[in-house]
């Protein structure tokens, strides 16, 4: 008998003991039917998203030329979560969390199909599309906590830091697929509108395209057997127990002031890409669209490696980690000259801050008990969406009057003094516990 055959290894089990590890890993919370229609129609819905929030920011400023008006855009559309969000997060708790979610989706979906009629008939001008980010606001002070609260519903608990891992890595695919996307929608409208201006028409095609990706997350919720539902026990409970929840447990409420401190400090990079583009860099929107995108392809790598290998014990050295990293991305773009340099420390800028953000989150959600979660999100919510008026607004007036680059330095050492706070807070057993 010819022994070559029994001496020669099989590839095929090692190819399938990689695609089984994956599985069971980075992806296992797709193995849930509930978990993964949602998913699927979130990554659709979020990458619109990004597409309109690329094609608003460059929008304005090609309006205006005033680095100012991105980050009135921002703070229009975060600032009413942060009046509100305590209200969103108690209707969370107290109502069908998906009944709730399709609410907020078919309104979101009503705002681009205005939104796209006005910037087609050319009345998009920047006070009007003000108006209807604060609209869209109002929507996202109900939407989010909702949406926050919903996750651990779809999922059993061992797989959650899984879950709201693969929901950054959603999140921010979305982020890096839909400026690149919303590139290609302002170079096709060059040719294909040769007497327009081509930035409207791009816009046009990009706030169309964002209406048409709701219809998908839709069509998921429905299919959701999860209906979310409420825990009647705590059905009167204050919308202001999330507060009470963190103020009673000091780590916990530490790690959410620190997340309020970060994104004052690091997401106004987002804001200033614009100006950033056209006076440092010298490009026009494809540039502006590239640096979004390297933001958005380092925040996936961060949302893989949350997911991949994201467990309790290493949650403290993320936190630390993700904060540096962030910081040593925006030092680095404040030295950069380059498009290519400057993507690349766009990309270590949005690794770090989804690498803290999505540990942060997971956190919150593993030591909130279930019928507190809607509210104590909320709260979560609320300081992210409190960023944008103390952050974007005072980032776009402070590179206003001094430039681009001197602001970025300031950034940068406000996110490294963070992550010294975060060593100190995640030291010792009080975090372990």
């Not at 989706?105 to 705002?111: E, I």
Request: net charge positive; aromatic share 8%; with cysteine.
């Amino acid at each position: 008998m010819d022994p070559g055959p029994l001496m020669t290894p099989d590839p095929a089990p090692a190819r399938r003991g990689l695609l089984s590890a994956i599985k069971s890993t980075t992806f296992r919370s797709l193995r849930h039917r509930d978990y993964r229609l949602y998913f699927a129609g979130q990554l659709v819905s979020f990458t619109g998203s990004w597409v309109q929030n690329a094609a608003l920011m460059w929008l304005v400023y090609h309006q205006t030329d005033d680095l100012r008006w991105p980050s009135y855009l921002l703070v229009a559309q975060v600032g009413p979560t942060v009046l509100l969000g305590t209200w969103g997060g108690h209707l969370a708790d107290r109502l069908p969390k998906r009944r709730l979610i399709q609410l907020t989706q078919a309104a979101f979906l009503l705002n681009a199909v205005i939104l796209a009629i006005l910037a087609a008939a050319g009345w998009a001008l920047p006070g009007l599309i003000l108006g209807l980010q604060v609209l869209n606001g109002l929507v996202q002070a109900v939407d989010l906590p909702a949406r926050l609260a919903f996750v651990p519903d779809l999922v059993p608990r061992a797989d959650l830091i899984n879950a709201v891992g693969l929901n950054s890595l959603l999140f921010n695919g979305a982020r890096a697929v839909g400026p690149a996307v919303a590139g290609l929608l302002f170079a096709a409208a060059r040719h294909l509108a040769p007497g327009a201006d081509p930035v409207v028409a791009g816009a046009v095609g990009c706030f169309g395209l964002n209406a048409v990706s709701f219809v998908a997350v839709l069509f998921a919720l429905r299919g959701i057997h999860q209906p979310g539902e409420p825990h009647p026990d705590h059905a009167g409970a204050s919308t202001w127990d999330g507060l009470r929840y963190l103020a009673a447990h000091p780590k916990l409420g530490g790690l959410v002031l620190l997340t309020l401190l970060l994104c004052v400090f690091a997401w106004p990079t987002l804001t200033l890409f614009p100006g950033y583009t056209r006076t440092v860099l010298g490009r026009d929107e494809t540039g502006y669209t590239t640096l979004v995108s390297g933001l958005g392809a380092g925040a996936l790598v961060a949302a893989l490696t949350t997911a991949t290998f994201g467990t309790a014990a290493r949650r403290g050295g993320f936190l630390v980690l993700g904060a540096a990293a962030a910081a040593g991305g925006i030092l680095g773009l404040s030295l950069a000259a380059d498009l290519r340099v400057a993507a690349g420390w766009a990309g270590c800028v949005g690794f770090g801050l989804i690498l803290f953000l999505s540990t942060g989150q997971s956190t919150l959600q593993l030591a909130v008990p279930d019928d507190r979660r809607g509210r104590v999100m909320a709260v979560w919510a609320i300081m992210l969406s409190a960023s944008a008026p103390l952050g974007h607004l005072l980032a776009g007036q402070a590179a206003d009057a001094v430039g681009v680059v001197p602001v970025l330095g300031g950034m940068a050492a406000g996110v490294g003094a963070v992550a010294l706070g975060l060593a100190a807070l995640t030291a010792g057993r009080g975090w372990a516990r």
